[in-house]
């Protein structure tokens, strides 16, 4: 063996006079004088101010001096030195000079993983996972973590987290910290239902579309704009995110940076408007505008949530902003109603007074009314009637003045302040399901629901698409907390027994979304009935039965009264009557659907306690009404207004706009009442449709719907023709239009032209078909 003689190696710490390792490991020990060795550019950091020199050794030229703790690069090793790569900065210049250095004076960066520390954030284990007692494989196993467990970290080595995971172990709890694997977790995020509350910006807020702000933001929305929530999230880092609505889309806004409004609730009170003002569709100015109010005008609040008041003026229930009202100081002695200091009546003799009965007419009082011991002014004073209250007068004086019992006295009331009424109130005893807590359970049994249904359908011969659903009602009640004897009742009542065109087309039992207007294509189309049922549930606990939604006007069916104009009366209205249907007697219908399945219990429903739990609202569900594909529609908008049509659903990017008798196509109505329509011949989205009072939107020409069960198409119009094929019922027909716009007809006006799915063209009776949005 060939004698190398003493040797000198390099260690990783490279002290002068150690005989150390090469910087390379190597199995082979270099010689002092051995050849030059490749070194795989290995980067190193100067422990002193060192010459870089032009050679291997103190007899070369130095270059320049390293400071110490730079970065430099190593490709060579002969002996003692190493051949160096170091760039600096010289003149805003980037320069690279190369040379040698004593290995003395410099040391191998490690290349050790560093330890990235962060955030304490929570994850879940998307999977069984080992947790060990090291950042590697290599490392013993703890304990393995079950799948979907929670766990918190705050650092990290390469794709190793170090986590704290506490469990149960023989009733104690137990906390486990070692390294598990980041291939097996995922951020946390924990989602729950709340009393829900409203809201509003302490400054200008972001809305983003997950609870954080790892996305874009898409909306920014100023303060005094509320937004209502009932669902928040808590991410991974601990931060409490509320889940909103705005502008269709479902948002997220940090709770830090808004502060929960207060809803009071007080007497109605009569307040003025300072200026020309607006009520809104909900709280806040960037809503949409549903009515002026002018200056000076009275309307009437008897609910604030923040600085906002819920109202209701020329038939749109809203809200308006409290800087923009006051306070109305009603003129002096307004309680008297009546003689010539405040009626300009001129009160004469009382035995002069004819008096006349008159046939049951119901009036509500539309002010704090006295009630006299005689049809004068100077008459002593028997009690006062609230405002709002319903009365039936039993006569009528020959001065204006109805007699009338009230609070067991009888005496007279000024008739300035009586306006003649419709009202489903019942006038007598409220000890009926009318007025029960719709928040309770009922000891209906399923049974009970469908042998009322069947007997309908044996009765009529009608299908029912409500056979049989009895357990349905029970399960979505005890769900969401809701009477599942309303639940069927209310079914019951708005589907006819579940034999309605919406209920057996749609699987709408409750005619949701059906604006008067247009009831059946505004309706929402579910995919089942135990689907609908359970939206329904939902939607009522979550906003009629909720006592912080702005719809909430009593946990009970109630009644709403009218005037003989058919507009509300808000302070002779109740319960969910007041804002679900214009029909006074809504809630008293269902209510005697719900006697005639179970006799009402007093001594139960005294007893029964209301569910208080309220649960997030539902998403409107996916679906809606797709048209054939040459429906004609006309804009309608008044010449300064404009539709705005957007690229997709959903989005608001405003990419083309729609003016007052433009043509376009109708192809899609969506359950959020979307619209997808064609015009030159490219394809948009709108939501500015309005479907409860579509007319002053759009006009559509040509959409048939078949109004019986089976429609022959006919070869001519006549029943003597041949049929070329049905068209069941609810389904919706393309009417052939001609040149000037209207749509084609026989001679006789009795028969439609209409183009078939597959093109060719026929003919069906005009007595079978509906116009659609005419």
Not at 630 to 642: L, S
Request: some cysteine.
């Amino acid at each position: 063996m060939r004698n190398i003689g003493k040797v000198l190696l390099l260690s990783t710490s490279l002290l002068v006079g150690e005989v150390v390792t090469p910087i390379i490991p190597s199995k082979v020990q270099l010689a002092y004088a051995a050849s030059t060795i490749k070194l795989a550019n290995i980067s190193y950091q100067t422990t002193d101010n060192v010459n870089l020199r032009t050679g291997p050794s103190t007899k070369y030229k130095a270059i320049l001096q390293v400071p110490k703790s730079k970065t430099i690069t190593a490709t060579e090793q002969k002996g003692t030195w190493v051949k160096v790569s170091y760039q600096y900065t010289l003149k805003g210049k980037k320069v690279v000079q190369t040379g040698w250095v004593s290995a003395s004076y410099i040391k191998k960066i490690s290349t050790a993983p560093k330890t990235v520390k962060f955030a304490k954030t929570m994850y879940q284990t998307t999977d069984n996972v080992n947790i060990r007692s090291g950042a590697s494989t290599k490392y013993k196993t703890l304990l393995s973590i079950p799948k979907g467990k929670t766990i918190t970290s705050a650092e990290k080595v390469t794709d190793w987290y170090k986590v704290t995971y506490t469990y149960s172990s023989k009733g104690k709890n137990v906390t486990t910290t070692g390294w598990v694997k980041g291939t097996f977790l995922k951020e946390y995020y924990k989602y729950s239902a709340f009393a829900g509350g409203y809201y509003f910006p302490k400054k200008t807020v972001k809305l983003y579309s997950t609870p954080d702000t790892k996305k874009s933001v898409l909306y920014s929305l100023a303060s005094g704009n509320g937004l209502y929530s009932a669902y928040q999230a808590v991410n991974s880092v601990g931060q409490v995110w509320y889940r909103v609505s705005y502008n269709g889309k479902t948002l997220y806004v940090f709770s830090g940076e808004v502060s929960k409004a207060p809803v009071t609730s007080f007497a109605a009170a009569d307040y003025q408007a300072k200026l020309d003002t607006y009520v809104y569709a909900s709280y806040g100015k960037v809503y949409t505008k549903l009515v002026k109010i002018p200056k000076q005008t009275i309307i009437s609040s008897k609910q604030r949530i923040g600085d906002w008041y819920k109202v209701s003026y020329n038939g749109k229930s809203g809200y308006v902003y409290g800087g923009d009202i006051s306070k109305y100081a009603k003129p002096a002695e307004t309680t008297d109603k009546g003689g010539t200091d405040n009626g300009g009546v001129n009160i004469p003799p009382t035995d002069t007074i004819a008096e006349q009965a008159i046939t049951k007419t119901t009036y509500a009082v539309t002010d704090q009314l006295n009630v006299r011991q005689a049809a004068a002014t100077t008459a002593a004073i028997l009690t006062s009637i609230p405002r709002g209250t319903i009365i039936i007068p039993t006569s009528k004086t020959s001065n204006g003045w109805y007699k009338v019992s009230y609070a067991g006295k009888s005496g007279y009331v000024f008739g300035t302040y009586l306006q003649q009424v419709i009202t489903g109130d019942p006038m007598g005893t409220r000890d009926t399901y009318q007025f029960i807590d719709l928040r309770t359970q009922s000891p209906v049994k399923a049974s009970q629901i469908n042998n009322y249904i069947a007997g309908y359908v044996k009765n009529t011969g009608k299908p029912s698409i409500l056979t049989n659903k009895g357990q349905v009602f029970i399960d979505a009640g005890r769900k969401y907390g809701v009477n599942p004897l309303y639940l069927a009742a209310h079914a019951i009542h708005e589907s006819a027994y579940g034999t309605s065109s919406i209920s057996i087309t749609k699987n709408n039992l409750f005619g949701f979304g059906a604006y008067d207007a247009a009831p059946f294509v505004a309706a929402y189309r579910f995919a089942s009935v135990e689907l609908c049922i359970d939206f329904i549930a939902r939607e009522m606990k979550s906003t009629y039965l909720n006592p912080a939604n702005w719809k909430f006007q009593g946990a009970y069916l109630g009644f709403s009264t009218t005037s003989l104009t058919n507009a509300r009366i808000d302070a002779s209205s109740e319960g969910m009557n007041f804002f679900y249907a214009t029909d006074p007697y809504w809630g008293k219908a269902i209510s005697q659907h719900m006697e005639k399945i179970l006799s009402y219990d007093k001594a139960y429903y005294a007893k029964a306690d209301p569910d208080a739990n309220i649960p997030q609202r539902p998403l409107i569900p996916a679906g809606g009404d797709k048209f054939p594909a040459d429906i004609v529609a006309i804009a309608t908008i008044p010449a300064n207004k404009q539709i705005v049509l957007n690229s997709k659903k959903g989005v608001h990017d405003a990419v083309k706009t729609m003016k007052r008798g433009t043509s376009f196509t109708v192809l899609e109505k969506t359950n959020d009442f979307w619209l997808r329509v064609k015009m030159d011949n490219k394809e948009y989205w709108t939501n500015d449709v309005d479907f409860s009072n579509y007319k002053n939107y759009i006009s559509v020409q040509n959409l048939g719907r078949v109004t019986v069960s089976e429609l022959n198409i006919r070869t001519g119009p006549s029943t003597s023709n041949s049929s070329l094929g049905k068209l069941p019922l609810n389904d919706y027909v393309s009417l052939i239009m001609k040149a000037d716009g209207t749509v084609t007809m026989d001679g006789t006006k009795t028969w439609y032209q209409v183009k078939t799915a597959n093109g060719s063209k026929g003919w069906v009776s005009k007595m079978y078909i509906t116009q659609e949005l005419k």
